[in-house]
Structure formats: C-alpha cells, structure tokens
C-alpha cells in the first residue's frame, strides 16, 4: 500500500551539493551561508579539476599552471537550492569587504554577473545585506569535505589539524591520495555522502580554512 503525508520529505538532510560559477549571460544571485571565504589553488589536470598539494604536489611537478579559487556557500532563494559558488580572488574582493564591515559573510546577499557577456570574462560581484529574520537559512556545508567530495577526494586521504574549538586545516595524505589516483579507473570507492558532508539542516562545523 502507499504511504501518503501532507508533509514533503526532509531531502536536504544528506545531499550532495553542487558547484555553481558565474554565468555567461545572466546574472546569478544568491544569499551566502557560509560564515566567511574559503581559498584554495587548483589545477586543471589529466582532465578534471584537483587541488593543488604543494610542497609536493604531482600536477606542481609536471610543470602544469595554478590558479587560485574561492569558494561559498549560498543558498538560491528562487530555486530554493543550496550550492557551493566558484569565484577567482579578484571577484571574491566584495566578499572580503563585506565580511570586514560586518564581521560575518552569513547573510549577504550577493549578485555575480560577467559585464561583457563572455565566457571566462571578468566577474563584478555586488554584495547587500537580507533581512535574516524573514528567511530561513540552511546551516552552512563544511565546504572543504564538499568539495572533496566533488573532486573525488578520499575520506581517507584527509587529516584535520587542531583542537577543537579552534580553526582546523585540513590537509591531504599522500599515500592514500596516490593508490586513489593509481587505480585504473581513477576512481575512489563511493562515498556515503550524509557521512562525509556535515551541513544543510545539521548543525554548524567548526569553520575550517586550507
């Protein structure tokens, strides 16, 4: 027999999240939940993107470019969607701005277009404050285990440095990284992604930085 309710399915509780850039010839628009930046240096390589490791970064070795990403969380209010926003460092200024005047990045609303209309053009990002009262934000994603996640990075190959109640790094270890990439097929063993990804409905982690 079905089971009918009146009530949708908590969903969000164990998603993925996806990775959002600035379009070409719209405007994307959205309210961050993250509480501040994340930086990191990626490269492309052997077809996809991938974190920069340095000192010993095997894409660093073979002579292949970085460049340098920041990364949000933010919440879609039209699509009632949360993702994780790509931006360069040049772009990400206004997030840096607003969060100094405002001590938190959570909360601002933020307007990310490309004026020439081209792909790979340069992005102008606006920044405002929303009335948090009249929304209801979701938790913000650790958004260094998300985007392991989408880079196929192991669980395994993560090592979070710190005490707790303090800012955590998290970096990679290169043994399980390498027999990861190592394998024909390149390809992990899939992750349980309500396990690895803490966020959406559940409760705030500790901010982390890399």
Known sequence: MPTWSNKLPEVQKHMGFDLRRTPESSALQAVSTSDDILVCDTHYWHGRTTPCEKPDCAACNEAMPYRTHVYVSAYD?????????ECTTNAAKAFVDYREANDTL??????AERPKGRKNSK????????NQAKINLPQPPNLILALSVIWRL?????????????????????????????????????????????????????????
Request: aromatic content about 4%; glycine content about 8%.
């Open 77 to 85: 209010l039209k699509r009632r969607e949360h993702f994780i926003f």
């Open 106 to 111: 959570r909360g601002c609303l933020f307007q």
């Open 123 to 130: 992005v102008v990002i606006q920044t405002n404050t929303v």
């Open 154 to 210: 192991p669980k395994t190959s993560l090592a979070v440095d710190g005490k707790v109640g303090e800012k955590k790094e998290v970096r990679t270890i290169k043994e399980p990284l390498d027999r990861m990439r190592n394998q024909p097929d390149n390809r992990p063993d899939p992750p349980r992604i309500g396990e690895i990804i803490g966020g959406n409905n559940e409760g705030k982690p500790t901010p982390a930085r890399v």
